[in-house]
Structures are given as C-alpha cells and as structure tokens.
T-cell receptor, first 111, second 112 residues
Framework: GIQVEQSPPDLILQEGANSTLRCNFSDSVNNLQWFHQNPWGQLINLFYIPSGTKQNGRLSATTVATERYSLLYISSSQTTDSGVYFCAVKNYGGATNKLIFGTGTLLAVQP | KAGVTQTPRYLIKTRGQQVTLSCSPISGHRSVSWYQQTPGQGLQFLFEYFSETQRNKGNFPGRFSGRQFSNSRSEMNVSTLELGDSALYLC???????????FGEGSRLTVL
C-alpha cells in the first residue's frame, strides 16, 4: 500500500521562527490533508490540498502531486502552534474515505 | 454548524469486557469512518460507512465491528477487550465518499 513519510520527526523552535514540514508519499493521491492534533487528541483540519498552494494566516501549504510531496509552512510560530502535525493521503482511484496517515512531526515552540 | 460528536470521551474497561462508542457526524454528512490511534502503531483506519453500508475495512480482528444508522450516526463495538485495545478512537465524517474529512474529539479507551 501507499507509504507516507513525514520529516522531521521532531522540531523545536523559538517563538517567532519559521518552519517547513515535509510529507512524502509513494503513490498517486487524490486527497491530501494536513492536521494539527491538539493536546486533547482532536485532529484539527489545516488544509485540504491534493494539489497546488493554499494559505491561511500564518500557515500555508503546497502539494506537488507529480513529485509526490507536500510542504506545510509555519511562519512567525507561536507557542499555541505546539503539537503534532499529521499529513494524510487517500490513494488515487475508488470511492473511499480511507486516509493513510504519516507518523507525524512533533513541534515544540518555546517562548 | 456543529462538528463531529463522539461519546463517551473517556472510558475505562477491564479485559474481556466489550465497549460501544458512538459518533454523530456533521449534519448532512453521510460518510463516517473510524480510526485507532496508539503510540506504537500511529493512526490506523478501522472501517468506513456510507448510507448504512460498510464500504471499506482495515486490518483489524473481527472483535472490531461497526454500523451506521439511517440518520448517519455510527457506532463501533469492540468485544472481548484486550490490553492492546487501549487507544484513542477517532471518528471522521465527510459529505461524500471522496472529500475532506472532519474529525471528532475522540473517545479515549483504557483497558485494565
């Protein structure tokens, strides 16, 4: 099945710094989502981005489907950005909502 | 509009017992899928329902089952609980069978 790899696994930043999280996937996808898992466990939707570039405030994401990767940019990081960031994809083809998750990037933003 | 609602949020069971978790999707969403999150295995797909039909199932033993009702609400059941079933169980809803998924806050199960 499709493999999803995220890097880096861990990241420590000072407040105000910028960061880039990467998601590589091994096959064609027709859905890619970025999530932030809050301390209580809920997955918060950041981007639905099977291709192209989107921006939402200090966050932006780019997916290059032909090269099988996606990037999540966090600018001017804040302590509230801390948590785990997941990339999840759906294999191309078939009507299914089965998401394959990466192992996540644990981000710690220090004041 | 209200998000995905999962109940109960926390529960503690002992080995051998069974548990039922509930998920109410976003109004108008007809697809519900379930995921298990553990520290060792990460987030794994359990099953998916659309219009009361199971469309897809992950690689889990038969002790894990689910169903969906006519109002799109879904339940999952785990019988004969094992220690390894301790996990965060997340439910997601989507409007159709190939769109953006929205997750609930999860049900955290501890098996003693």
């Amino acid at each position: 099945g499709i493999q999803v790899e995220q890097s880096p696994p861990d990241l420590i930043l000072q407040e105000g710094a910028n960061s880039t999280l990467r998601c590589n996937f091994s096959d064609s996808v027709n859905n890619l989502q970025w999530f932030h898992q809050n301390p209580w466990g809920q997955l918060i939707n950041l981007f639905y981005i099977p291709s192209g570039t989107k921006q939402n405030g200090r966050l932006s994401a780019t997916t290059v489907a032909t090269e099988r990767y996606s990037l999540l940019y966090i600018s001017s990081s804040q302590t509230t950005d801390s948590g785990v960031y997941f990339c999840a994809v759906k294999n191309y083809g078939g009507a299914t909502n089965k998401l394959i998750f990466g192992t996540g990037t644990l981000l710690a933003v220090q004041p | 509009k209200a998000g995905v609602t999962q109940t109960p949020r926390y529960l503690i069971k002992t080995r051998g017992q069974q548990v039922t978790l509930s998920c109410s999707p976003i109004s108008g969403h007809r697809s519900v899928s379930w995921y298990q999150q553990t520290p060792g295995q990460g987030l794994q797909f359990l099953f998916e329902y659309f219009s009361e039909t199971q469309r897809n199932k992950g690689n889990f033993p038969g002790r894990f089952s689910g169903r969906q009702f006519s109002n799109s609400r879904s339940e999952m059941n785990v019988s004969t609980l094992e220690l390894g079933d301790s996990a965060l169980y997340l439910c997601a809803s989507s409007f159709g069978t190939n769109g953006e998924l929205f997750f609930g806050e999860g049900s955290r199960l501890t098996v003693l």
